[in-house]
């Protein structure tokens, strides 16, 4: 019976429309990916040849005089891509994977992005969890919403009645051979996209290739109690994209709406003001006054003493840059912890909204969700701590440029190692769906036969 079902149902125009149309989106949502994964691999290379030219040009230019060499040198600091990434793109499109950073001010430098086609953004990229969230589940309200209702209103409902030996077990014969091969085809788009984007089969790709199966299991139990629900093929197909359409679109939508609403970020303008503020005002002010509050943080710098209050100090103008940091300090940390609460709301919602939950879980394995790209920006707090307490002291002392081993500058990579994976956090909300759906559903057949 089953043969004869997987035969019946592939000979389908449906079944073959809808087949060719996912392996196409899914191939080209599997070379886009590869596009993104050499763009990042190319900026990468290029910043890592460029540090060097970099340095010995300016050095070149500026080697009489270290405290003007170091406001023109940038330091390179790449952000690690994972060939995740290429199935999932998720925020890195909008976030930098290379910032060049100068010893100034940080604050003025964190948010600096790459120029990009604003169109492209707004549309998107298409990736394979933009199939696998969008795509795949219309693939199965085209499969299912006529399961039962296509027997009924054919007529043939009688004849099963009669020759089949149970009738759910038929229907799910029907449901088994459609899921078998949405789950083949899913399985075979997520499988070539790990060859052809170098994939590592570790426990992320695991976490993937399981929440995209559990994703579309989700869907077809959906999809199963619906239409045996006993109405006809118009009703269910309208109850199932009014479904798709709200859980996919209109749900995510308001979520996204109340978050930015409950969690304003007006520190964003006052970290920009209070940083230039705090750097800008201090050509107006004592220099005395800004070396105090400089040694206040850094007192192991104090036997530098104070500089003239009259012409240019390379001591006090690295000092005010800091200080221009410090000022903007509480307004930093406060936005970063609402876009942390927000993406923390975000995982909360996304317990009861399916297509939230798996895209959520899709950008965190591969490192391209809002608090992978937080935790970079961390990083960079800590890397430009590191490059100022460097030279601060010989900028303090007039050193020499040639006193300093430049070579030794060359691009940092950041590699997020904080990743630990809670399997039920990630999957519990989708097999709860399940487990739920499945109930009705047999409830449902029960006196539907």
């Not at 149902?9 to 070379?31: E, K, M, P, W």
């Not at 230019?61 to 040198?73: A, F, I, P, T, V």
């Not at 999809?223 to 118009?234: A, D, E, G, T, Y």
């Not at 103008?317 to 975000?346: C, F, N, P, T």
Request: with cysteine.
């Amino acid at each position: 019976m089953y043969k004869l079902l997987f035969q019946q149902f592939l000979r389908t125009r449906a079944c073959q429309l809808g087949l060719t149309l996912v392996l196409i989106l899914g191939g080209i949502s599997i070379i886009i990916g590869k596009q993104f994964l050499t763009d990042q691999g190319r900026l990468a290379d290029q910043a890592t040849q460029m540090q060097q030219e970099h340095i010995e040009r300016n050095v070149k230019l500026h080697g009489d005089d270290l405290s003007l060499l170091l406001y023109y040198l940038k330091f390179a600091l790449l952000n690690e891509t994972d060939p995740l990434a290429g199935l999932s793109v998720g925020q890195s499109d909008l976030n930098p994977g290379v910032q060049r950073i100068r010893i100034l001010a940080l604050e003025g430098q964190k948010y600096d992005s790459d120029l990009v086609n604003p169109t492209k953004l707004l549309y998107g990229n298409l990736d394979l969890s933009f199939v696998i969230v969008y795509v795949f589940p219309l693939l199965v309200i085209a499969f299912m919403y006529n399961l039962f209702s296509e027997e009924r209103e054919s007529g043939t409902w009688q004849m099963v009645n009669v020759m089949a030996r149970s009738k759910s077990k038929f229907l799910l014969g029907k449901l088994l051979v459609r899921f078998l091969l949405l789950a083949g085809v899913m399985l075979f788009l997520i499988g070539v996209g790990a060859v052809v984007l170098g994939v590592a089969a570790d426990t992320a790709f695991l976490l993937f290739t399981l929440t995209a199966l559990f994703y579309l299991i989700f869907w077809f139990a959906l999809c199963f109690w619906v239409v045996c629900l006993r109405q006809n093929s118009n009703v269910n197909a309208l109850v199932l994209l009014t479904i798709w359409l709200a859980l996919v679109v209109l749900l995510p939508a308001f979520v996204n709406n109340y978050i930015t609403n409950n969690y304003p970020l007006p520190e964003a303008l006052s970290t920009m003001i209070k940083q230039r503020d705090g750097y800008h005002v201090k050509w107006d002010t004592s220099k005395k006054e800004t070396m105090e509050k400089f040694y206040e943080e850094y007192p192991q710098f104090a036997n530098y003493g104070f500089p003239s209050e009259k012409g240019y100090s390379p001591t006090w103008y690295y000092a005010m840059q800091h200080m221009g940091d410090v000022e903007s300090r509480e307004d930093s940390r406060a936005m970063q912890l609402k876009i942390r609460s927000r993406e923390a709301s975000s995982r909360m919602w996304a317990q009861v909204i399916p297509s939230m939950q798996a895209q959520l879980v899709f950008n965190e394995v591969a490192g391209t969700g809002l608090d992978d790209y937080m935790d970079f920006l961390q990083y960079m707090n800590e890397f430009h701590e590191n490059l100022r307490l460097y030279f601060y002291p010989m900028i303090f002392s007039n050193s020499e440029v040639a006193s300093v081993d430049w070579g030794q500058f060359t691009p940092e990579v950041f590699t997020n190692s904080n990743k630990s994976i809670n399997w039920t956090k990630k999957l519990g909300s989708l097999v709860i769906t399940i487990l739920l759906f499945s109930v009705l559903s047999i409830f449902s057949v029960r006196k539907l036969i």
